[in-house]
């Protein structure tokens, strides 16, 4: 009898130091914490390097359907539901964009300096911003921000030179300009889909610790 009890507490404390390494690591799920009693070993983690720097984060809890009022019949059913998504939430794209431009401008025109430096900053946090507030669809939001920032950028560009006197030569024959517009909203896109990404999985992600902490208290 005393050897049994001996075992049990044994498997006991082994499952307490468990779950404190999983807790510690941000894994401790609500199933582990309700089978306190049982002994498991942690699943072995896949994915290599990218799934230990981003575990995965649940979805949002406590969050309305994104799409309730939207007409799914009709045609182009995936560029409507984006705009419904946009039209929704305007303010976690568009404000986020306008800061995204200035950040733009600065890390354009005073790149080797200070405040070049701090115009990235600001451009890529205010992309992650769009992700973050943008919980419908993050990277679809920071996409948004990124093309905003663009068009206000390409467009201030323009008007600058032209407004000093700069013909349509100054830039290069019309397929020079159209191709190095693409490429540039290209990079702006791609950018803003990362960062929305990052944004949206950070919120996800601080949302799970902080609610794992309340749980353990």
Request: proline share 7%; net charge positive; charged share 20%.
């Amino acid at each position: 009898m005393s050897t049994r009890s001996n075992d049990e507490r044994a498997r006991s404390r082994a499952e307490a130091r468990r779950r404190a390494r999983l807790a510690a690591r941000g894994e401790l799920t609500e199933t582990d914490e309700d089978d306190g009693d049982d002994i498991a070993t942690p699943a072995p983690r896949s994915g290599g390097l990218l799934t230990r720097l981003f575990p995965p984060a649940p979805p949002l809890p406590n969050r309305p359907d994104p799409l309730a009022g939207f007409d799914a019949t009709g045609p182009m059913r995936p560029v409507r539901e984006r705009l419904f998504l946009l039209r929704s939430n305007l303010l976690a794209w568009v404000l986020p964009g306008i800061v995204a431009f200035f950040g733009f401008f600065a890390s354009i025109f005073y790149a080797q300096g200070l405040l070049g430096l701090l115009g990235t900053f600001v451009l890529f946090g205010a992309l992650i911003a769009a992700g973050w507030f943008g919980w419908q669809r993050p990277t679809l939001f920071g996409t948004a921000a990124a093309l905003i920032s663009f068009i206000l950028s390409a467009v201030f560009i323009l008007w600058t030179f032209g407004s000093q006197g700069a013909g349509p030569d100054t830039f290069g024959t019309p397929g020079q300009v159209a191709t190095e517009l693409f490429l540039q909203a290209a990079y702006q896109a791609g950018l803003g889909f990362l960062g929305g990404w990052y944004g949206g999985y950070l919120r996800r992600r601080q949302t799970q610790l902080s609610s794992e902490v309340r749980r353990r208290r």
